[in-house]
């Protein structure tokens, strides 16, 4: 919004307005999509990629009853830790990129209806962030069931920071020392994996394309 001094005051009211009636309704249609596009994803023509073993336990990140209905893995053995269409049908999205909005107010050269408008972007932004600590207390049982497990099998994770609580939580459960196989689709993802392993001290890690 170009400011427009002959009529100062309507354009301020426009700056702090916009986000309201454009931004979070785009907000709320994107999160409103991703969860229509989760519940018409259809696995029935899904085909086995390999064998897993039904008496393993899984720790996933997708929303579909996948491992379920085309691995035949037992639900028990399973934590969806992002929700899953078999149950409440509540699909956790977001990233860990909390910001403080008086962050805002930093920037003396901004006016300040300005340095408003963005601190309610970011609280609605910040609304989004992942509460994995939250997660991994209610899932602490499964976490905890984890401690007899001698090798860990990653499939398709990106290795993004925004999901290294949970993997780090059952390094906390297993130990360093024990057998990490992590698949990587291009070589760029071997960074991410790099990092994690560093930052965990993993003793006995493999790659594999994917």
Not at 7 to 34: C, N, Q, Y
Not at 101 to 114: G, I, K
Not at 143 to 152: A, C, H, N, T, Y
């Amino acid at each position: 919004e170009e400011i427009d001094y002959d009529h100062p005051i309507r354009s301020m009211a426009a700056v702090e307005d916009g986000p309201d009636w454009i931004f979070k309704p785009i907000l709320d249609e994107f999160t409103e999509a991703f969860k229509d596009w989760v519940d018409s994803i259809d696995i029935t023509k899904a085909e086995k990629a390999c064998e897993l073993p039904v008496e393993g336990k899984y720790l996933t990140f997708n929303y579909t009853e996948t491992l379920e209905k085309i691995y035949g893995i037992p639900e028990t053995n399973i934590l969806h830790i992002h929700g899953s269409r078999l149950t409440d049908k509540e699909y956790v999205i977001g990233h860990d990129n909390f910001r403080d909005p008086d962050e805002a107010y930093n920037d003396e050269s901004q006016m300040l209806f300005m340095q408003q408008t963005w601190s309610k972007i970011i609280e609605w932004m910040n609304g989004l962030v992942k509460d994995s600590a939250s997660m991994m207390r209610i899932n602490q049982a499964f976490f905890d069931g984890l401690s007899g497990i001698e090798q860990v099998v990653v499939y398709g994770h990106s290795f993004y920071e925004v999901d290294w609580p949970y993997l780090e939580e059952i390094v906390k459960q297993i130990g360093k020392d024990k057998s990490w196989s992590i698949s990587y689709h291009e070589p760029k993802d071997l960074k991410q994996i790099e990092s994690f392993v560093q930052k965990v001290d993993l003793k006995n890690v493999k790659t594999f394309n994917w």
